[in-house]
């Protein structure tokens, strides 16, 4: 997902300058809206972001999303294109380093999936931002493709789990269940990866792939669903993000430079987001200039994704847009008032073939 290309390594002088949600949330990794000082007072900022690996939000259709879609219904969804060659192929090393870090790859080095290069140090996982930001927060990853549990996200994140292989997407899902409905965790990352293990065996185009995404739709029920039944969710207010790292060819496969293997779009629902901020899609643009400050999708500042721009929505996707709407997210959780328990419990596992 594109992220910002203008975001600096951290530094001490000012972590509230930097994306917490990067590349959704980004990749980043996120996007929420201030709340009013009464709504701040009375509820807690949390936020859910669920990669789908590999997923093409046009097949979601075809498939039947009924969770994804009542997401989409009541919030934000935007469309945009990844990078492509010479800056770094549409492999879910590069695709996930710049989802999770707010980065592209020309500054996070990741151009493979053995992470070869990788500058974690200089441009952390968004889990990590936010416990240096504010160490009292809770943060949760569980991956079913293990190196970003093991590489992208740092130790300093209190719990990565690392799904083992034999238990894959479903493992995945009964883990960030039981998290999200017994913890009290702040922010949460959950990897499936079945969806893109479906378009490598089978192509975008096939019943295969269609199934995988309607599976990965009934997870992701699973996770709204132990959401909202939390005893304390009424005081608790959950941005809940979707994104990609890449999507597919019809007969399957990524990595190159073709609009398919390009495609990447964030759902965004919850945090005070307006329904429907951007429709289904917004067009690329290459202009540097925006239209206005309330265009729908204006231009953004590089070009080559899209942005959603209003006077109720700050920024939603784009190189610019979700690394400052991110910081929305970071000043609401850091606010006097907001607690969370930590849960240090890390877990390790092997890792998937690199795809």
């Given at each position: 997902?594109?992220?910002?290309?203008?975001?600096?390594?951290?530094?001490?002088?000012?972590?509230?300058?930097?994306?917490?949600?990067?590349?959704?949330?980004?990749?980043?990794?996120?996007?929420?809206?201030?709340?009013?000082?009464?709504?701040?007072?009375?509820?807690?900022?949390?936020?859910?972001?669920?990669?789908?690996?590999?997923?093409?939000?046009?097949?979601?259709?075809?498939?039947?999303?009924?969770?994804?879609?009542?997401?989409?219904?009541?919030?934000?969804?935007?469309?945009?294109?990844?990078?492509?060659?010479?800056?770094?192929?549409?492999?879910?090393?590069?695709?996930?380093?710049?989802?999770?870090?707010?980065?592209?790859?020309?500054?996070?080095?990741?151009?493979?999936?053995?992470?070869?290069?990788?500058?974690?140090?200089?441009?952390?996982?968004?889990?990590?931002?936010?416990?240096?930001?504010?160490?009292?927060?809770?943060?949760?990853?569980?991956?079913?493709?293990?190196?970003?549990?093991?590489?992208?996200?740092?130790?300093?994140?209190?719990?990565?789990?690392?799904?083992?292989?034999?238990?894959?997407?479903?493992?995945?899902?009964?883990?960030?269940?039981?998290?999200?409905?017994?913890?009290?965790?702040?922010?949460?990352?959950?990897?499936?990866?079945?969806?893109?293990?479906?378009?490598?065996?089978?192509?975008?185009?096939?019943?295969?792939?269609?199934?995988?995404?309607?599976?990965?739709?009934?997870?992701?029920?699973?996770?709204?669903?132990?959401?909202?039944?939390?005893?304390?969710?009424a005081q608790e207010d959950w941005l809940?993000?979707?994104?990609?790292?890449?999507?597919?060819?019809?007969?399957?496969?990524?990595?190159?430079?073709?609009?398919?293997?390009?495609?990447?779009?964030?759902?965004?629902?919850?945090?005070?987001?307006?329904?429907?901020?951007?429709?289904?899609?917004?067009?690329?643009?290459?202009?540097?200039?925006?239209?206005?400050?309330?265009?729908?999708?204006?231009?953004?500042?590089?070009?080559?994704?899209?942005?959603?721009?209003?006077?109720?929505?700050?920024?939603?996707?784009?190189?610019?847009?979700?690394?400052?709407?991110?910081?929305?997210?970071?000043?609401?959780?850091?606010?006097?008032?907001?607690?969370?328990?930590?849960?240090?419990?890390?877990?390790?596992?092997?890792s998937r073939t690199p795809a």
């Amino acid at each position: 997902m594109p992220a910002d290309s203008t975001t600096g390594p951290l530094s001490s002088r000012s972590p509230s300058r930097r994306a917490v949600l990067g590349g959704t949330g980004a990749v980043l990794l996120g996007a929420a809206l201030p709340l009013s000082p009464a709504r701040a007072a009375a509820r807690t900022p949390k936020v859910l972001l669920l990669g789908i690996d590999g997923a093409l939000l046009g097949r979601t259709a075809a498939a039947g999303t009924p969770h994804l879609d009542s997401l989409r219904a009541s919030g934000v969804t935007a469309q945009s294109l990844l990078y492509s060659e010479p800056l770094a192929p549409t492999l879910s090393g590069p695709g996930w380093s710049t989802i999770l870090t707010g980065v592209w790859p020309d500054k996070h080095k990741v151009r493979d999936n053995n992470f070869t290069g990788g500058r974690f140090d200089l441009y952390p996982d968004f889990l990590t931002r936010a416990e240096r930001y504010r160490p009292a927060l809770s943060t949760y990853a569980v991956a079913s493709w293990n190196p970003l549990t093991t590489t992208v996200f740092s130790p300093e994140v209190d719990t990565r789990v690392s799904t083992p292989e034999a238990e894959y997407d479903t493992g995945t899902t009964q883990r960030a269940v039981a998290a999200l409905r017994e913890g009290n965790h702040d922010a949460v990352f959950v990897h499936l990866d079945n969806v893109d293990h479906a378009g490598h065996s089978y192509g975008a185009a096939s019943s295969q792939y269609l199934a995988a995404l309607a599976t990965a739709d009934a997870q992701l029920g699973q996770l709204l669903g132990a959401v909202r039944g939390r005893a304390t969710y009424a005081q608790e207010d959950w941005l809940l993000l979707v994104t990609t790292d890449h999507g597919h060819t019809d007969p399957g496969g990524h990595g190159g430079n073709t609009l398919p293997e390009r495609q990447t779009f964030l759902v965004a629902s919850g945090g005070g987001l307006p329904p429907g901020a951007c429709g289904t899609t917004c067009g690329c643009r290459t202009s540097r200039r925006p239209r206005s400050r309330t265009s729908a999708c204006p231009s953004t500042r590089r070009g080559g994704s899209t942005g959603v721009r209003s006077r109720r929505v700050p920024a939603i996707l784009s190189t610019r847009c979700v690394p400052r709407s991110a910081r929305a997210w970071t000043r609401r959780a850091s606010r006097p008032g907001h607690s969370a328990s930590r849960t240090p419990r890390r877990a390790a596992g092997a890792s998937r073939t690199p795809a």
